[in-house]
């Protein structure tokens, strides 16, 4: 079936680190892949998406980018702020659905 | 501005107490959904709909009921709740015409403690 892993966490660094959250995927076909942020207390919002292979997805300095091959959609970002710190989420819809299937989220904590 | 609503936002109750929690979007949307998060499990889906009067099961549909008369409101009804179902839960909704169009837009959420 279709499914999402992501590392687990927490995730802790320093201001101005350099951050990589894994996350790899199992779907037939061509999914749409995405990462959520939730901050404390807040509902989700999406932070980027890639809908085929090797699109790239950047929004407030993160990347992920689609990689059949690997199949993976790691989230990057070359330098995390505190504001950064929350709960992200990686996801998936299938293709040819409207199901999203997310991973089970992995906390990041970023201290000054 | 486009959002999806969720009320309450909080509620303690007590098991067997019939409550519903409501839904509603203004972005026309024919999706909608209902999660609970719960730690370390992440986002299930309990029930979506496809569009009015469409509903089907998620995941996690045990102990949950819905419906859906009009197009924005997606209310989710627990009958006779439990303390298992004490958790986050998040109404979402999307178009459904596939990407790129499929992102789905979630409410703020709503903490349940069932006693």
């Known amino acids: 079936g279709n499914s999402v892993t992501q590392m687990e966490g927490p995730v802790t660094l320093s201001e101005e680190a350099f951050l990589t959250i894994n996350c790899t995927y199992t779907a037939t076909g061509y999914p749409s892949l995405f990462w959520y942020v939730q901050y404390p207390g807040e509902g989700l919002q999406l932070l980027l998406k890639?809908?085929?292979?090797?699109d790239k997805g950047s929004n407030k300095g993160f990347e992920a980018t689609y990689r059949k091959e690997t199949t993976s959609f790691h989230l990057e970002k070359g330098s995390v702020q505190v504001s950064d710190s929350a709960v992200y989420f990686c996801a998936l819809i299938a293709y040819n659905t409207d199901k999203l299937i997310f991973g089970t989220g992995t906390r990041l904590q970023v201290f000054p | 501005e486009a959002q999806v609503t969720q009320n309450p936002r909080y509620l303690i109750t007590v098991t067997g107490k019939k409550l519903t929690v409501t839904c509603s979007q203004n972005m026309n949307h024919e999706y909608m959904s209902w999660y609970r998060q719960d730690p370390g499990l992440g986002l299930r889906q309990i029930y979506y709909s496809m569009n009015v009067e469409v509903t089907d099961k998620g995941d996690v549909p045990e102990g949950y009921k819905v419906s859906r008369k009009e197009k924005r409101n997606f209310p989710l009804i627990l009958e006779s709740p439990s303390p298992n179902q004490t958790s986050l839960y998040f109404c979402?909704?999307?178009?459904?015409?596939?990407?790129?169009?499929?992102?789905?837009?979630f409410g703020p959420g709503t903490r349940l403690t069932v006693l």
């Open positions: 890639a809908t085929k292979a090797d």
């Open positions: 979402a909704s999307s178009l459904t015409r596939g990407p790129p169009y499929n992102e789905q837009f």
